[in-house]
């Protein structure tokens, strides 16, 4: 076996590889251009080019690809052999600098809200040189960034580097006022930890919905779920833990720091999370988890499941967000340090990020709506839809002293006795973790808690940033300007935490009297559903800020607000027109079948004329009879609200139709349908229980 350090990152083209393969000027002008944002010219473009490509064609590539993230959620890819004619008749391997920096894939049917029309078909993709290039699959891919002809960004990627400009800027004027003129760059810094599922192959191919959808529509709860708290940090078994050690070896190959592995909450659930590292290559390794997930688990004969909520009544999938900033200095901006009362450039980076949640929680909301994660938000674990902060007792009590003008005392350092003198003494945290908390402070970063397995982690981060930076703007354009800096800093430190306070809390958010609290009385935003929130990206307050940093224009956040509107619209009705077909033509029949066989049993049983009791068969099969009439019912009642979306022009009174009118028909016809799973006999049952799902893994 192979030690890690010794594969580790061999398929890509990092820092270390350019330093070895590169001349030193054009590997120093590289370096710049990665680091600084300065230009690169066609000189160095085309021996990069030919550097990379004959470093890839040595790891056995023979094709590249601009490899880029379009608004479908998934990442999106085109191959070009490197081979080029010869003189001789023959082939020579080339790639120049032009293709290096710049493809042509045809953007005609990729989602542009509007951006374009169906029949412009050119788009261009242009090479993301902060992210490296790597080999997969015998193809070099390139790290790229997608626009339209026009030059509008049709990509998750793009607005995700200008977010990161304009956090730079902003932070770096802000660590000026405080003395620090040796950082070149601040950079937020990423560690999205990936929740999934992991059910057997061959019984995803007989749940059409799973296939369809990436959920179960329909399943009887298990007669054992979660409720025994045994799968948690549990035993891994050998077959999972075979496909995490695959899984590991391949992501490690690509550079992607996977480090910690284990069971979840839900049986058959696990967790992945990485080292942090900066947020374009963290967006870019999370699409790449996934992907591997997949891939690697029908290696297993298994699927990997990516949907935040795959099966009704246990823990959904989520994908922790944990977001700091740091310096190219290595020094992390939300780190208290030993004393962060007296730390006062920690405590002006904490208030951006509290003012920049409560101005914003909208924005960060609307990151993070999807019909899936509708299904998930507010229950088993997973953080409510309003937005709130999580601090802790220290912060806390730091932030009330500085508001009330009072002395800060201190938290007490609490050492933890076991009453085992072998046992190690250790001192506890000043603050508890609140797996509740949206949005929680974890000693030197803040974990958002709201993403969904299956989203990108480029939309939260894009908004997280771009709300940061907006508030250090405000604070600069203050500071830059004062006559006395320590009173003004102190001043608009206090007005912070007065102004912005309520988006503090620190108990249990899943308590109604929580939810009652923050909307009637301290009036934060509770946007329940995708189509509740997505409308208000569009409200003149995130458009004139997301404006302003030029991380979107406001044709672009018109697409968007379309796009993501019509994905909830397809997502629910695939699904709607998925539960008719499965209950026409699965459900049905099986539960008929089973109905008719009893009623030929309790006849027989009667024609023996033996004394035998019919009345259980009787019974059964008028029950059977009465869900099979109301299974028909429910199902014409879906097809009818499913076929009434047809007369809508307006993408945003469909979703609401949809929210209102045709979720409640699903619901109603899965109620029924699993009441028959539970009456019906097994060997009829057309397709695997939850049961059969949740427990299949060995």
Known sequence: MRNVPDYFGCLVFDD???????PTDVYQSLKKTREEGAPIDNGVANIVANAMKDWAVANGATHFTHW?????????????????????????????????????????????GGLRATFEARGYTTWDPTSFAFVKDKTLYIPT????????????????????????????????LFGNNDV??????????????????????????IKFTGRTLFGAKSPKGQEMDDHYFGVIKPKVAAFMAELNEELWKLGVLAKTEHNEVAPSQHELAPIYTTTNIATDHNQLTMELMQKVASKHGLVCLLHEKPFAGINGSGKHNNWSMATNTGINLLSPGATPYENAQFLLFLCAVIKAVDDYQDLLRISVATAGNDHRLGANEAPPAIVSIFLGDELSSILDAIENETVYSGV?????KLGVDVLPKFNRDTTDRNRTSPFAFTGNKFEFRMLGSSNSIACANIMLNAAVAESLKIYADRLEGANDFETTLHEMIKKTI????????NGNGY??????????????????TTPDCIPHMLDKKNVVMLTSHKIFTEAELKSRCEIQLENYCKTVVIEGNTMVSMAKTLILPAVEAYTLDLAKTAKMKQSLDAGLDCSYERKLVKNLSSVIGKIADDVEDLEKVLFDLHGFEDVKDEAFAIRDKVLPKMEALRVVCDEAELLTAKKY?????YGDLLFCVR
């Open 498 to 505: 007065k102004d912005h306070k309520r988006i503090i809390f």
């Open 68 to 112: 880029f993230q379009p608004l479908t959620g998934v990442t999106a890819e085109k191959h070009d052999s490197f081979i080029a004619s010869a003189d001789d008749s023959g082939i020579i391997m080339e790639f120049s600098g032009k293709e290096l920096i710049q493809g042509e894939p045809d953007a005609s049917s990729f989602p542009s």
């Open 184 to 209: 070149k760059s601040v950079h937020a810094n990423v560690g999205p930890e990936q929740e999934y599922f992991l059910i057997s192959q061959e019984m995803y191919e007989l749940r059409p919905d």
């Open 145 to 176: 960034a997608f626009c339209s002809y026009s030059g509008e960004a049709l990509d998750k990627k793009t607005p995700l580097l200008r977010s990161m400009a304009a956090l730079n800027k902003q932070a770096l004027r802000i660590l000026r």
């Open 16 to 22: 270390k590889v350019m330093k070895s393969k590169l």
């Open 412 to 416: 007490e350092k609490t050492q933890l």
């Open 685 to 689: 049952w057309p397709f695997p229980t």
């Open 511 to 528: 308590e109604e009297m929580w939810i009652k609290e923050a909307t009637e009385k301290r009036g934060l935003c509770n946007y329940r």
